[in-house]
Structure formats: C-alpha cells, structure tokens
C-alpha cells in the first residue's frame, strides 16, 4: 500500500472512532417520572426480600414533587415530597416522624449516610438504599423490641 493512501486509511478509521452518537428520541421526563414503577428489593447479599411501589405525585402550586412508597421496607406506606436542591438522583427516603409500620408501631426512618456504595440514588433503574431504621422512643410503650439499625437495600425496577 503507498504510503499516501495509507495516511488516508488510518485518518478514516481515527475519525471514524470519534463521532458522537446521537440519541433517536430524547427523554423529557423529571427524575422522579422515571423512578416511579414496581420494584423487587434485596438485600446486599442478592437475596430476594420483598416488592415495592413507588408512585410519582407531580408538582402543583401547593405541593413539590412527591414520591410515595407502597411497601417500603416490606412494612410502611408513606410519602415523600422531593427536594431539587438535593445531588442529582438522589432519592429522600426521610418518612414524617414517627412513621407507622403495618402493625400501627411506631417507627423513624431517615437516609444514612454511612452507607457507602449505598449512596439513595437512583442509576440504570437501580436504587441502592441505605437508611436507619429505629423505634427508640416508643419501644418500652408499645412493647416491642428495641431496634437501631442500619439497613443496606437494593431496588431493582421491574417492567
């Protein structure tokens, strides 16, 4: 091959490598339009726990963006309004205090952050959950165990 023609090959094949791929439809919707669906959780072992819901309640005059949870943590429905002023995708999984499980106990449940990888944002249809679950004031009136925990999850969007 002459050399000339040789230049003109590689100099095909570099730009060739570097075009920008254009997407063929671009997505408009808000983050929290495209949180909101079923998902399986599990635990960070990979073992299945329970399914969850997420519902999207859009912005209005009166009321941000809201996000409710069915079946959060297998045991509480509550919702959630979601602030713009957060790191993006971040997900508030902060419950009105103090939350009732389905046994009506009491509970408070709020983001960790010592969580690690485990950081509440939502990626490729994955949330990876980390947040503190405790019944410390009402343990002793509502006779049930004391629990202070940090619980590790992961949600897994279902279509």
């Not at 490598?17 to 983050?31: G, V, Y």
């Not at 998902?39 to 299945?48: A, H, N, R």
């Not at 079946?71 to 009732?100: A, C, H």
Request: net charge positive.
């Amino acid at each position: 091959m002459k050399p000339r023609y040789l230049y003109l090959f590689f100099m095909m094949i570099f730009f060739s490598c570097t075009k920008d791929i254009t997407p063929l439809f671009k997505d408009n919707r808000t983050i929290w339009e495209k949180v909101k669906g079923k998902y399986k959780v599990y635990d960070s072992l990979g073992s299945y726990l329970y399914e969850m819901d997420i519902i999207h309640i859009p912005f209005s005059l009166s009321s941000p963006d809201t996000l409710k949870f069915l079946n959060f943590d297998n045991d509480f429905v509550y919702t959630r309004s979601q602030s713009t002023n957060l790191p993006e995708n971040l997900i508030g999984f902060v419950s009105p205090f103090p939350t009732k499980d389905k046994n009506n106990k009491s509970w408070s449940l709020f983001n960790s952050s010592s969580g690690g990888i485990y950081d509440n944002k939502w990626r490729n249809d994955t949330i990876r959950m980390c947040f503190n679950k405790h019944n410390t004031p009402w343990w002793p009136s509502e006779s049930v165990p004391y629990l202070d925990t940090i619980i590790k999850q992961i949600a897994v969007k279902q279509y």
